[in-house]
């Protein structure tokens, strides 16, 4: 049966203090980190914005006005860059701010993703809404979000992503209980667990950075109490969700498969990968960095800095060998 009510708006968590990545984050959100010239958070509200969701909530924290300051207009600099005749950079410091209708709300306290979600809960109201994690990227040919919009009109309920990773590092993620539909990339979601030892892992299904959630996800929220390291989990919730299964009100949790191109950004290796992957693919770079990085590869095994054969990930891959 087919939901009609449609998903308008995407919530964005970016509160988080980036400790991996200090100093750098000392005075900057580590959203604003950039890929090439762009922002990561700017991908990600790109990414909504294709699939129809313009009306963006981005839950912030203090200190993170540079995230504000980024999708409003600069009108000194556009004013600069046209003196200069550089009208593309004009095009490109404008665009920001015209991506998406740009809303705010703070967390006060560092409590948790699901209390992240939660204080998005006056401005979504009663209806669903999309999740988008502020360091994964999903590459923009792979039209995950558009996939899960599909699953939720089709089903009804919440949506998450999932991706299988190596058994070993099921413990840093949220692990799904899943079985099969009638569709290939689509599961049912039976149950939840945040970041299980590797023996207790259901599956090595993964929950990634993207969420589609039936508004009754603010009511089980709220009856959270706080699980592993003192906060409050989403994934608890869906948990919760997933639990009561698809013929209550909250209508149970549906999983889409997906198999594309992720890129994390929230630990040094992984960023470094996408820098370069991205790097690799711009067309107003790739025709002098990739011979620049052959080269400089190769200097590095004349060394003997490298090794031929080594085990390590693939740029857009994590350790393990499980697409990212």
Not at 10 to 16: E, K, Q, T
Not at 291 to 310: F, K
Request: hydrophobic residues 40%; glycine residues 10%; negative net charge.
């Amino acid at each position: 049966m087919a939901h009609s009510r449609s998903v308008t708006k995407a919530v964005i968590p970016a509160a988080g203090l980036g400790t991996r990545f200090v100093p750098a984050t000392k005075a900057m959100p580590k959203e604003m980190l950039p890929v090439i010239d762009t922002p990561v958070i700017q991908y990600v509200v790109e990414e909504a914005a294709a699939a129809g969701l313009t009306n963006v909530l981005m839950v912030t924290a203090r200190s993170k006005t540079n995230i504000e300051d980024h999708f409003d207009r600069n009108i000194e600099l556009e004013e600069v860059l046209a003196a200069k005749g550089d009208a593309a950079g004009e095009q490109r410091v404008r665009a920001s701010a015209e991506i998406a209708s740009m809303h705010y709300v703070r967390q006060s306290q560092p409590l948790g993703l699901g209390h992240a979600v939660l204080c998005a809960a006056d401005h979504v109201g009663d209806h669903p809404f999309a999740i988008l994690l502020g360091d994964d990227i999903i590459d923009a040919r792979d039209k995950l979000l558009q996939r899960m919009l599909e699953v939720r009109h089709r089903h009804g309920g919440s949506v998450i992503a999932l991706m299988e990773v190596e058994p070993q590092q099921v413990s840093a993620y949220g692990v799904a209980t899943i079985k099969p539909t009638g569709e290939a990339d689509v599961v049912a979601v039976t149950d939840l667990v945040e970041k299980p030892a590797v023996a207790d892992a259901p599956s090595n299904w993964i929950v990634v950075g993207r969420y589609v959630c039936d508004p009754s996800v603010f009511d089980v929220l709220r009856k959270t109490p706080p699980g592993r390291g003192g906060e409050i989990q989403l994934t608890d919730a869906l948990r919760t969700l997933a639990e009561r299964g698809p013929d209550t009100d909250g209508g149970g949790v549906h999983g889409v498969l997906f198999r594309g191109r992720r890129y994390d950004t929230g630990n040094k290796l992984d960023y470094l990968q996408t820098q370069i992957k991205f790097a690799c693919e711009r067309p107003d770079i790739k025709d002098e960095f990739v011979p620049w990085l052959r080269s400089y590869l190769d200097e590095l095994g004349d060394l003997g800095l490298i090794r031929e054969g080594v085990d390590a990930p693939r740029p857009g891959q994590r350790r393990g060998g499980a697409a990212t």
